[in-house]
């Protein structure tokens, strides 16, 4: 679990963690470097969800690679989908990282929302609805693997 309290936003109790895939763990359906590994940490702490349309038709390599299965959402109301599954985990206790549009429920309904801006940019209804907009998913990570970095940025 992250638990890290925050000044003005109290404290925060993450038990899971809900990636997007395609555009902010993978780019064109392939995993970008360093995932797997600064996953394999956070996977110490929190439950790792992924959510993905499968726009490449690769998520089952990214399955065999990551040895988490993808939740796949069906096409039309994504956001919704995926707002719902993080709303099943308990919202309250999750932090959401995306960057798609149908990303934007996601980000806004989790405790903690992280909009990556990634090599296929980032929506800016998700940007929107984000309590933390970094540069990429490694930053991200990091982040998540480090919690006390939230403070001075979530800070009141």
């Not at 490694?138 to 970095?149: D, F, G, M, S």
């Amino acid at each position: 679990m992250i638990n890290i309290k925050i000044p003005g936003e109290g404290e925060l109790q993450i038990e899971h963690v809900v990636f997007d895939v395609n555009g902010t763990l993978a780019v064109d359906g392939i995993l970008l470097p360093e995932v797997f590994s600064l996953l394999k940490v956070l996977n110490k702490r929190v439950k790792i969800h992924l959510l993905t349309a499968d726009t490449h038709g690769k998520q089952s390599e990214i399955d065999r690679q990551l040895g988490i299965t993808a939740f796949r959402v069906k096409a039309g109301s994504e956001a919704e989908q995926k707002a719902a599954y993080l709303g099943n985990l308990g919202a309250e206790h999750s932090a959401a990282v995306g960057q798609g549009a149908n990303d934007s429920l996601m980000l806004k309904k989790a405790r903690i929302g992280i909009c990556v801006l990634s090599e296929e940019g980032a929506a800016l209804e998700t940007l929107l609805q984000a309590d933390l907009v970094v540069p990429n998913i490694v930053t991200a990570l990091t982040i998540l693997n480090h919690p006390t970095r939230l403070v001075a940025s979530l800070r009141k």
